[in-house]
């Protein structure tokens, strides 16, 4: 199973949206609508912040949504803030009990 | 708020046995709710899923994994554990434990991670 493909980076200034790509395969993310996104901030531990495609955890900022076309899955953070640099990574449920993840964006606040 | 913490060895030898542990605080991992994952992130690459564990005893791993990774549970302690053998430079990583919402298909909750370095 291969790696889910992201930009390795994009960048944004305060107040813009920017979108974050995960491009799978009909095997993964075109197939199962299990796809999450994750993010690391260095040293700390990676949080969840969309599930099931679309769906945000409790306490997790409306800023953040996802969506998904075809093969690829997409996250969206609007009205970027500072504290949103960090690196993103999106995952997808690939049947038989076992996942993948994609390769991560860095993400840069200008 | 259910917490992981991973422990283990810095700097495991090549060809050795790599073995880490999560603790986990604040939940059991006893229930039939979760799963308990292992994901690692080799230095300048992505997430990589390593496998799984449920209170039940059942484990599935990554393919490409498969032949060298165990996973283990100790449910007096409320931990589980990762070995790894015959270890390459390959193998060097942030290694992260994390719970799994399996009907979600989620790792809902992660510990902060632990840096292993296979080298002589």
């Known amino acids: 199973q291969s790696a889910l493909t992201q930009p390795a980076s994009v960048s944004g200034s305060p107040g813009q949206s920017i979108t974050i790509s995960c491009t799978g395969a009909n095997s993964d993310v075109g197939n199962y609508k299990f796809v999450s996104w994750y993010q690391l901030h260095p040293g700390k531990a990676p949080k969840l912040i969309i599930y099931d495609v679309t769906e945000r955890p409790s306490g997790v900022s409306n800023r953040f949504s996802g969506s998904t076309s075809g093969n690829t899955a997409s996250l969206t953070i609007s009205g970027l803030q500072a504290a949103d640099e960090a690196d993103y990574y999106c995952c997808s449920y690939v049947g038989s009990s076992t996942w993948v993840f994609g390769g991560g964006t860095k993400l840069t606040v200008l | 708020q259910v917490q992981l913490q991973e422990s283990g060895p810095g700097l495991v030898k090549p060809s050795q046995t790599l073995s880490l542990t999560c603790t986990v605080s604040s939940g059991s991992i006893s229930g039939s709710t979760y799963y308990w994952s292992w994901v690692r992130q080799p230095a300048g690459k992505g997430l990589e899923w390593i496998g799984l564990?449920?209170?039940?005893?059942?484990?599935n791993y990554a393919p490409s994994l498969k032949t060298r990774a165990t996973l283990s549970l100790d449910t007096s302690q409320n931990q589980f554990s990762l070995k790894l053998r015959s270890v390459t430079a390959a193998d060097t990583a942030l290694y992260y434990c994390?719970?799994?919402?399996?009907?979600?298909?989620?790792?809902?909750?992660w510990g902060q991670g632990t840096m292993v370095t296979v080298s002589s």
């Open positions: 564990i449920h209170a039940s005893g059942s484990t």
């Open positions: 994390a719970r799994l919402s399996f009907g979600l298909k989620t790792f809902d909750v």
